[in-house]
């Protein structure tokens, strides 16, 4: 009987964790990744679609207790063993997070550059920034080409779901480490934010104008004059001369 029909018998036994741990290291064994079979000998290995009340889409890893967890479906193959051959790369990327001290250096990195850090620290959108960094460092330090494909393309329960590969991904920020990816990231974040609001901001002023007694040719002048200094095609002296022109009801010309 071959591995793969090994842990699909393993699967019968209601999840069998520890006897499909077991043939886990022998499969990476098999696959000349003896390193990473004798790293995953030192962490609990866990078949769950939830654990500690955390659904698990694929894996997950868990640093403060050393655990590993597997989705399940990975223990009901298809017919061309397409599963398993996923199998040990999420299991090689699980452990990659322990040997790369991702977390460890995910706090000591906030730790330096975010003042507010322990409250920083506890926001999940935060930990969505750095497991993204995470997975992208980790893809160029720990996948060689033939992983890369299988991750961009990973599929479970029917449904591609698609892992992070900095080289396809981002491949400007090849060779920069998580943390600087980190940093990246969380700019592009906050600068979205900050002209989500500010558009919020528009809409408001707008809505405002709107509401006023003001006829429908002055509203729309005003918005235009609003817009067009949003756009930074006027000065501040621009804006405020052409608002006292348009309140003392003169012509102006804003387009």
């Known amino acids: 009987m071959g591995i793969y029909e090994k842990l699909l018998e393993a699967s019968g036994k209601l999840n069998d964790a520890a006897l499909t741990k077991q043939l886990v290291i022998k499969m990476l064994i098999d696959e000349g990744y003896g390193t990473y079979a004798k790293r995953l000998k030192e962490y609990t290995f866990v078949v769950a679609d939830v654990f500690h009340g955390c659904p698990i889409e694929v894996a997950a890893m868990f640093p403060d207790t050393g655990e590993i967890v597997i989705n399940p479906s990975f223990l009901v193959d298809a017919p061309d063993g397409k599963i398993f051959k996923q199998l040990s790369l999420v299991v090689r990327h699980e452990l990659l997070h322990f040997l790369l ?15 507010e850090f322990e409250k920083t620290y506890r926001r999940a959108s935060i930990h969505e920034l750095a497991n993204i960094a995470m997975d992208w460092e980790l893809s160029q330090r720990g996948y060689d080409d033939y992983d890369k494909e299988v991750a961009h393309n990973l599929t479970l329960n029917g449904r591609v779901l698609g892992g992070l590969v900095l080289s396809m991904d981002r491949p400007e920020w090849i060779d920069k480490p998580m943390e600087e990816i980190f940093d990246l990231l969380r700019k592009e974040r906050e600068d979205a934010i900050a002209e989500a609001e500010k558009l919020a901001e528009q809409e408001e002023i707008e809505v405002t104008i709107h509401r006023a007694s003001h006829s429908p040719e002055y509203i ?21 001369a052409l608002i006292t022109e348009l309140e003392a009801d003169n012509d102006i010309n804003i387009d």
């Open 101 to 115: 001290v991702h977390e460890k250096r995910f706090y000591d990195h906030l730790k330096k550059v975010d003042p």
């Open 220 to 240: 729309d002048a005003y918005n235009k004059v609003i817009k067009k200094y949003d756009d930074e095609i006027y000065s501040d002296a621009d804006l405020e």
